[in-house]
């Protein structure tokens, strides 16, 4: 069975998009398994720039067909606006997108409890994009969530109504804002909108394509970093960004997968709060963030940046079962006066919970020198791929060398 994982190794904003989109030909159908519109995947398409929140990132290959599986959790205006400027631009959408009965819907008012949760953290706030993700995975969990295939019943509307009320009146006695009857209503004619497109049991749909021996990608949404149960704790997302959580999020079996492809940045960086500790608060952070354009895709916040972290990067290998990785943004280092990798902590957490790196462990680094160009030719960029490769020992398949698509070359050093 032909399941090929795609997924971020740091804490997100890796170049998934860009990659998906250079290999998406070599798949029939692309299909994002958790997550909610937190998640900004950049693509060009006809030398514009796309950033998709919901939709997975084959949606421009007319080949290709588009699921959003159960795991996901869906803001249905959001959606609808994606589409449109989708459709707007060309993009033959109607005919290839598929949607989850089962994706847990997130409501106006989640939004406005995402607010409330990240203000009354006060100093200890998580980073919240506050997008609404966080409440509506907690009332998935409660099991009082609303799910898409809810809105196929005459019942909906009012469950819908009801359901906000309830989250309102805890806004209200809380002195918050609340959602608003005319936002209310643009979700339920949002709702309407998206009955256009098959809301089915993708589950069923995505295993027997794989009967069929149909190639899928399962596409990640932010990095394993911010796993719920395996990231940087408290300082997650909401749901499983792991390989574990291609087999939840999209209802298929783990004997189907093939290939477990990871992404890296060639240094690090993250948004939000939590330990990094590799980070580089300084000039040298400054001329990563300058010249990667380290900004986030969905909230435009500047992001940290540091070194490579390999024992974090290892460990991402380790609890993913990674088959090949591809490193991002080598450009961004070409021609530094040096370029460190952090091999190891003097001081080896057992976890990376909070707590366990509050201490702020040090790194202990190894120095390459920098590139003078961006080819593989160049003997310092070939060196420090191959050490890179043979410490995390799995394949380099694919490294990006630039912003442009051309500029996303095969490793062949195996």
Not at 196 to 222: M, R, V
Request: proline share 5%.
């Amino acid at each position: 069975m032909p399941l090929d994982i795609l997924l971020g190794l740091q804490w997100g904003d890796e170049g998934k998009g860009k990659i998906i989109d250079v290999i998406a030909p070599q798949y029939e159908i692309v299909a994002r398994y958790q997550g909610g519109p937190n998640a900004g995947h950049t693509v060009y398409y006809q030398n514009q720039k796309f950033v998709l929140h919901q939709i997975p990132s084959g949606v421009f290959h007319p080949h290709i067909q588009c699921v959003i599986g159960n795991g996901v959790v869906l803001n249905p205006l959001l959606l609808k606006q994606e589409v449109e400027t989708l459709i707007a631009h060309g993009c033959n959408i109607q005919e290839k997108l598929f949607l989850s009965d089962s994706a847990h819907l997130i409501l106006p008012t989640h939004v406005y409890l995402d607010n409330l949760e990240e203000q009354n953290r006060g100093s200890a706030a998580i980073g919240s994009t506050k997008r609404g993700i966080g409440p509506a995975y907690q009332d998935k969990i409660a099991r009082k969530g609303l799910r898409l295939g809810d809105c196929l019943q005459n019942s909906f509307e009012k469950k819908f109504l009801q359901a906000c009320k309830i989250h309102n009146d805890i806004l209200k006695k809380s002195g918050h804002p609340t959602a608003s009857e005319a936002e209310c209503q643009a979700y339920l004619e949002a709702i309407n909108e998206l009955k256009k497109y098959p809301i089915i049991d993708t589950s069923a749909y995505l295993i027997a394509a794989l009967k069929k021996n149909k190639f899928i990608l399962a596409e990640g949404a932010q990095g394993f970093g911010l796993d719920i149960d395996h990231g940087s704790y408290p300082y997650v997302t909401s749901s499983n960004t792991s390989a574990g959580g291609a087999c939840t999020g999209l209802g298929v079996p783990p004997g189907a997968i093939r290939k477990v492809i990871g992404i890296s940045k060639a240094y690090a960086t993250r948004v939000g709060n939590g330990p990094f500790p590799t980070e580089q608060n300084n000039s040298i952070g400054d001329v990563l963030r300058k010249r990667g354009q380290e900004y986030g895709a969905t909230t435009g916040r500047p992001r940290r940046c540091g070194w490579l972290d390999l024992v974090a990067l290892q460990r991402a290998i380790d609890i993913n079962g990674v088959t090949e990785i591809i490193f991002t943004k080598l450009d961004v280092l070409q021609n530094l006066e040096e370029i460190l990798v952090a091999i190891a902590y003097q001081e080896i957490p057992y976890s990376f919970t909070e707590k366990a790196l509050s201490s702020s462990p040090q790194p202990v680094y190894i120095q390459f020198h920098s590139w003078q160009k961006n080819d593989l030719d160049d003997p310092h960029l070939s060196f420090f791929l191959q050490e890179i490769e043979k410490r995390i020992g799995i394949p380099i398949s694919y490294v990006s060398i630039g912003p442009e698509r051309e500029q996303i070359l095969s490793y062949n050093y195996f």
